[in-house]
């Protein structure tokens, strides 16, 4: 069974910026795409970035700009840059994994992000 152990989440204030990390228990290579999402209290859990094993990255165009995703073979992980940030980021983020070919899914725990002042 894949793990995957987010890291990185805290307090900033709004305009701050964070790194969070995903470490996957297994080769990142061994997945089709990784990717963050979201959830924030009463709301439904929504797409935050994409990289495909290919590099290719998508974001939504609420982080647009703002947000990067990066993957390190090295360390089997997966890092996502949150500059800017604004009181509406504050949620829990997950770390998400899907293989090739069966698209099966993995999910870490999530980590929190504050943005306050």
């Known amino acids: 069974q894949v793990q995957l152990v987010e890291s990185g989440g805290g307090l900033v204030q709004p305009g701050g910026s964070l790194i969070l990390s995903c470490a996957a228990s297994?080769?990142?290579?061994?997945?089709?795409?990784m990717g963050w999402y979201r959830q924030a209290p009463g709301k439904q859990r929504e797409w935050v970035a994409t990289?495909?094993?290919?590099?290719?990255?998508n974001y939504p165009d609420s982080v647009k700009g703002r947000f990067t995703i990066s993957r390190d073979s090295t360390k089997n992980s997966v890092i996502l840059q949150m500059n800017s940030l604004k009181p509406e980021d504050t949620a829990v983020y997950y770390c998400?994994?899907?293989?090739?070919?069966?698209?099966?899914?993995?999910w870490g725990q999530g980590t929190q992000v504050t943005v306050s002042s």
């Open positions: 998400k994994a899907m293989r090739p070919l069966s698209r099966n899914e993995f």
């Open positions: 297994e080769s990142i290579r061994s997945f089709s795409s």
């Open positions: 990289v495909t094993s290919g590099g290719n990255t």
